[in-house]
């Protein structure tokens, strides 16, 4: 069996050690035991802090394989995985997986939360890889719970029903999964709510870097790369108000040619922005 997670091997034993010192404890009434236990405890706690870092470094010697059909949802949806070399898509595999595996993922239900299945998380993780995969800094690991509804959903920030969120300072990103299944499905038919919440946490994360400077008159062009209204778009986010910015991040990704070909300079700027040039 191939061990894609070091940091639980790493830690098993001094677990077991901790249990041991517990029955030892409790059960043959031996005070000295909880002396016994505090260095496994500090070990683990290392291990936990570390965890990522642990984790990351066993996978770059020890190259993961993702399972065949989540690898036919990146190759059907991703707009760089195709084109990768095989040592690009290892790499790429290798931080989807670890995104994966390092951000909690919760599904919200109207009573309790659910476990969001497998490849919608990895459905998820491999925007912010594509996103970041020309920089050296790698930011939007930040935004560590990725929270999902059925529907679109309010908020305490936004009352009314809306489909796509970004919080910085708590380093949340929420999303209604209806829309973003329907424009993973059908991307000719919708806009994809998924990737804007994390354009938007894009432009959050880097706010110094030299982003387009449009105007209201930018949708137009919008419209002709993507064929999405701003109304369409409106009514797919629940937003009146929308960054095109963001808008625009998306169609890099997602109608990259059409950008290029109907807003050179535009598409110049985000190109500058996140080096992607090689990979399309």
């Given amino acids: 069996m ?4 070091l940091s639980n091997v790493l830690a098993l034993p001094f677990i077991l050690m901790v249990l041991f010192c517990m029955y030892m404890l409790f059960i043959k009434d031996q005070d000295d035991y909880l002396t016994y236990a505090l260095a496994p405890l500090i070990v683990i706690a290392l291990i936990y802090m570390f965890q990522p870092q642990i984790n990351y470094w066993w996978l770059s010697k020890n190259p993961i394989t993702l399972d065949e059909e989540i690898e036919r949802m990146l190759r059907r949806t ?10 690009k898509k290892m790499r790429f595999d290798q931080e989807v997986y670890l995104l994966t595996e390092g951000n909690a993922f919760i599904a919200k239900g ?21 996103m970041e995969y020309g920089l050296s800094t790698k930011k939007l690991k930040r935004f560590e719970r990725i929270v999902t ?7 305490p920030r936004y009352k009314f029903l809306h489909a796509a969120e970004t919080d910085v300072e708590d380093g949340v990103i929420i999303v209604s999964l209806e829309q973003a299944q ?6 000719n038919n919708f806009y994809n709510n998924m990737w804007h919440a994390y354009a938007e946490a894009f432009v959050k994360t880097y706010p110094n870097l030299r982003y387009p400077d449009v105007d209201n008159n930018i949708w137009h062009t919008i419209q002709s790369v993507s064929g999405f209204s701003q109304q369409h778009i409106q009514s797919i ?28 300079d535009i598409f110049d700027q985000l190109d500058m922005i996140f080096n992607q040039v090689d990979n399309f």
């Fill in 237 to 264: 986010l629940g937003f009146q108000s929308i960054d095109p910015v963001s808008v625009l991040i998306n169609l890099y990704f997602n109608n990259h040619h059409k950008l290029k070909e109907s807003a050179t």
């Fill in 78 to 87: 991703n707009p760089i995985y195709s084109s990768l070399s095989k040592e």
């Fill in 149 to 155: 509804y059925k529907h679109a959903f309010p908020s």
């Fill in 182 to 187: 329907n424009a993973f499905a059908q991307p």
């Fill in 2 to 5: 191939k061990i894609h997670k």
């Fill in 110 to 130: 109207m009573e309790r939360d659910f476990e969001v299945p497998y490849d919608v998380k990895f459905m998820i993780s491999q925007i912010p890889v594509t």
